[in-house]
């Protein structure tokens, strides 16, 4: 069987990488952008940047910004609504994935107005026709959703979160410019850092890593593990880093998929609203602790490439706990919390196991898995 691997046409990497929207908006002939970025980064200017190289150069636009942190099928449908009223003919995401992700939505519908019920889109859709053109910049180091075929929306009715899995709606330009990560706030920066970290170890063990994925993924993770902590201080060299680190990690775990902690993480982000990073990153740990015994000598690898030293004179069971080790290590160094105890009500663990189990990450899990299995996570994280 074949492996397929998909990413952006054209990437532009490092400071200073916005200012070429414009050469590639106008050798592509786009007329009018519809910009979807959420109020907080149009409050503080973060998406004045985008705009200010658009006037620059002369270039028309319209603005979307009814988007939630964990947007909804609410904010996709006002959103198709709204650029079919634009008259736009490309789209730009501003943001982390909360923009990127209903850009991707509105992309989608636009091109296959079948589906524009949204629900109809979890999963692997038979969309025909690729989105409308995306121009990507990411806001955070976390999601790397500007270089994935994956977008996540929320089903308000259903208190579920829904992955979206398709090709046609990878943006064809990611922009990924430190400088628009500048100023992120101590607690996102580390968020959206754990989040690629658990994409970067997840993609690495998922159950369709190969040769190709695994080399970005290892990259990934040496490059967030000598970053992160650079990055949550604000340092140049940290934000950069960050930067890159986490897109290598969308290169990977966007073509193979990932596992049972974006499962259980998902949920979260439906019921209580909990930030996707978060969530992540304090489930890592004792997922990997889990998912150990079927990984054979890849925690070795990880243990290496978070900058654990001498991994090859280890015994498996050393390597696999020093691996662990270095990943709860990071996590409280950034100041992530340790457990669950302050989000999770025991009463809703039922429905956040069997959510996690229907969740479309959860058969890509290195070990097989069960709601009860899933239910005796939880249970251990708060």
Same mark, same amino acid.
Request: aromatic share 6%; proline share 5%.
């Given at each position: 069987?074949?492996?397929? %691997? ?5 990437? &532009?990497?490092? /400071?200073?990488? *916005? ?22 980064? *149009?409050? %503080? ?15 028309? &636009? ?8 964990? !947007? ?9 609504? /709204? ?27 636009? /091109? ?25 910049? =990411? ?16 089903? @308000? ?9 398709? !090709?046609?709606?990878?943006?064809? @330009? ?10 992120? =706030? ?88 909990? !930030? ?6 304090? *489930? ?14 890849? &925690? ?33 160094? @950034? ?15 039922? %429905? ?31």
């Amino acid at each position: 069987m074949a492996n397929r %691997f998909v990413l952006n046409e054209i990437s &532009y990497h490092g /400071a200073g990488a *916005i200012s070429e929207i414009a050469a590639e908006a106008k050798g592509r002939g786009f007329q009018k952008a519809f910009v979807c970025s959420d109020p907080d980064l *149009i409050k %503080f200017g973060v998406t004045k940047k985008v705009l200010d190289v658009l006037d620059e150069a002369g270039l028309t &636009y319209e603005v979307y910004s009814n988007i939630k942190p964990n !947007p909804t099928v609410e904010n996709v449908q006002t959103g198709v609504e /709204a650029f079919k009223r634009s008259s736009a003919d490309y789209l730009i995401a501003i943001g982390g994935g909360s923009s990127m992700d209903t850009a991707k939505a509105i992309g989608i519908i636009i /091109a296959n107005p079948e589906f524009e019920d949204v629900v109809s889109l979890e999963g692997v859709a038979p969309t025909k026709n690729k989105s409308v053109p995306i121009f990507a910049v =990411p806001t955070t180091a976390g999601t790397a959703a500007e270089v994935t075929i994956n977008y996540v929306i929320t089903d @308000v009715e259903k208190n579920r979160k829904m992955v979206c899995v398709d !090709p046609k709606d990878i943006p064809v @330009v990611a922009f990924v410019d430190p400088e628009m990560m500048s100023t992120m =706030p101590k607690g996102l920066t580390a968020a959206t850092g754990m989040d690629a970290l658990t994409h970067a170890i997840e993609g690495y063990i998922t159950a369709g890593a190969w040769e190709l994925s695994d080399m970005f993924h290892l990259k990934a993770i040496e490059i967030i593990a000598r970053s992160l902590r650079g990055a949550v201080d604000n340092t140049p060299e940290g934000r950069e880093d960050m930067a890159l680190g986490q897109y290598v990690a969308g290169m990977g775990f966007s073509n193979v998929g990932l596992g049972i902690v974006h499962s259980m993480a998902h949920p979260l982000g439906a019921l209580y609203d909990t !930030p996707h990073g978060i969530a992540n990153a304090i *489930i890592l740990p004792t997922v990997m602790e889990y998912n150990a015994e079927a990984t054979g000598e890849k &925690y070795r690898e990880i243990a290496r490439a978070m900058g654990v030293e001498g991994v090859d004179s280890m015994s498996q069971e050393a390597y696999r706990k020093a691996a662990i080790d270095a990943v709860k290590k990071l996590s409280q160094d @950034v100041g992530i919390p340790a457990d669950l105890k302050e989000i999770v009500k025991k009463e809703d663990i039922p %429905f956040l196991a069997q959510s996690a189990y229907d969740d479309a990450c959860r058969p890509g899990n290195p070990k097989e898995t069960s709601v009860e299995d899933i239910t005796k996570l939880y249970e251990a994280l708060i």
